[in-house]
């Protein structure tokens, strides 16, 4: 019953998220085709949406629902890691015609073959668990 609240918030999130159309293969497919703006408003929405947000909790140092504060802490930037990142994250995105995301508001909806996604989420997740010290950070 503690976590009653973030299981609606869920709840809640994944109803928006098939309203806003943005758990469509067909509204991916656009995007990567550059044919409608309709998902990039979203994702440049959540952007800007997210740089006030932590900037907000940075300026009111807001604490986490343990009491602790929410610590940002500085990343190394490389360009291997980003752009091998987001090169394995895209393809994935669109072979897959599904974020990583919006899986289980698929599941939710009743579209069972993403069961199989998930199980390859599951196991790129434990790769690079593996792989981890290997990999360029």
């Known amino acids: 019953m503690k976590y009653i609240k973030y299981i609606l918030a869920g709840i809640l999130f994944g109803i928006v998220m098939?309203?806003?159309e943005t758990i469509s293969w067909f509204r991916i497919?656009?995007?990567?085709?550059?044919?409608a703006f309709h998902m990039y408003g979203i994702i440049?929405?959540?952007?800007?949406?997210?740089?006030?947000?932590?900037y907000l909790l940075k300026k009111n140092k807001v604490k986490n629902i343990y009491g602790e504060p929410i610590e940002f802490a500085p990343k190394n930037f490389s360009v291997a890691r980003y752009l091998i990142g987001g090169?394995?994250?895209?393809?994935?995105?669109?072979l897959v015609?599904?974020?990583p995301g919006p899986m289980f508001v698929l599941l939710g909806t009743g579209f069972l073959p993403i069961l199989i996604v998930i199980f390859g989420a599951l196991v790129g997740t434990f790769l690079y668990g593996a792989l981890k010290s290997r990999l360029p950070h």
Request: negative net charge; hydrophobic residues 55%.
């Open 44 to 54: 440049g929405s959540t952007v800007v949406i997210g740089i006030i947000g932590t």
């Open 18 to 20: 098939v309203k806003a």
């Open 87 to 94: 090169i394995i994250f895209g393809l994935g995105w669109a």
């Open 97 to 99: 015609g599904a974020c």
């Open 29 to 35: 497919y656009e995007m990567f085709q550059f044919d």
